[in-house]
């Protein structure tokens, strides 16, 4: 049974931090492309970071240089470490796992539907 499992998600202030996880197991996580997704209210569901079984990363401009996605492959778990977070990164935030492991190095746009597998998510508020 696939299970994806976030926490790490809370109320914080602006310029503040949180660190999400994704505890995974029922697939072969090492194997597959890793993404965190996020959704607001009325809004459609954006893709944040990206990172693939070599440890290549990519990420939305808005989140670049405050946001860092890594894997522990022994403890099939994913990581966001959020820095300098601003009210519009205030959202559901959900981790997901495509087979398409090759996306990043094939330049190919990464959207939610070259997922198969989602969990349920983490709110993360960010007040002013």
């Known amino acids: 049974q696939v299970q994806l499992v976030e926490s790490g998600g809370g109320s914080v202030q602006a310029e503040g931090s949180l660190r999400l996880s994704c505890a995974t197991s029922?697939?072969?996580?090492?194997?597959?492309?890793m993404g965190w997704f996020r959704q607001a209210p009325g809004k459609e569901r954006e893709g944040v970071a990206n990172?693939?079984?070599?440890?290549?990363?990519s990420y939305v401009n808005s989140v670049k240089g405050r946001f860092t996605i890594s894997r522990d492959n022994a403890k099939n778990t994913l990581y966001l470490e959020m820095n300098s977070l601003k009210p519009e990164d205030t959202a559901m935030y959900y981790c997901?796992?495509?087979?398409?492991?090759?996306?990043?190095?094939?330049?190919?746009?990464?959207?939610?539907?070259?997922?198969?597998?989602w969990g349920q998510g983490t709110q993360v508020t960010v007040s002013s």
């Open positions: 990172i693939d079984s070599d440890d290549c990363t």
């Open positions: 997901a796992a495509s087979p398409h492991q090759n996306l990043l190095h094939i330049g190919l746009k990464v959207i939610p539907d070259h997922f198969t597998y």
């Open positions: 029922g697939y072969g996580f090492s194997r597959y492309l």
